[in-house]
Nanobody, 116 residues
Framework: QVYLAESGGGLVQPGESLTLSCRAS????????MGWYRQAPEKQRELVAS??????IDYADSVRGRFTVDKPHSVEVSLHMKNLKPDDTAVYYC???????????WGQGTQVTVSS
């Protein structure tokens, strides 16, 4: 079992920046990815950005160039968000995915609200 603890989030104005952090209780063996998904009201949960243990990085088109995902430590993943827009408002969930089995682990979620 993997537990994910998120920090960050909050209320910011359009154009401002925010960083989310997530720490895993353990790192599984095998190819895996850590990253962030988000879910806005009445919308499906969507991938924001992820980093695989082999170094592959993936971004949603809507955040490419504004958001940066990195892993400052093997058990941590951070999401640096710049030039935030109202459309970025959502609950952001930390995720760990075991690539071969497809099993997902989720954090509890943290609210990001972008509003003037």
């Amino acid at each position: 079992q993997v537990y994910l603890a998120e920090s960050g989030g909050g209320l910011v104005q359009p154009g401002e920046s925010l960083t989310l952090s997530c720490r895993a209780s353990t790192i599984p063996n095998g190819l895996h990815a850590m990253g962030w998904y988000r879910q806005a009201p009445e919308k499906q949960r969507e991938l924001v950005a992820s980093v695989r243990s082999d170094g592959m990085i993936d971004y949603a088109d809507s955040v490419r160039g504004r958001f940066t995902v990195d892993k400052p430590h093997s058990v941590e993943v951070s999401l640096h968000m710049k030039n935030l827009k109202p459309d970025d408002t959502a609950v952001y969930y930390c995720n760990m995915k075991l690539v071969h089995s497809g099993r997902d682990y989720w954090g509890q979620g943290t609210q990001v609200t972008v509003s003037s």
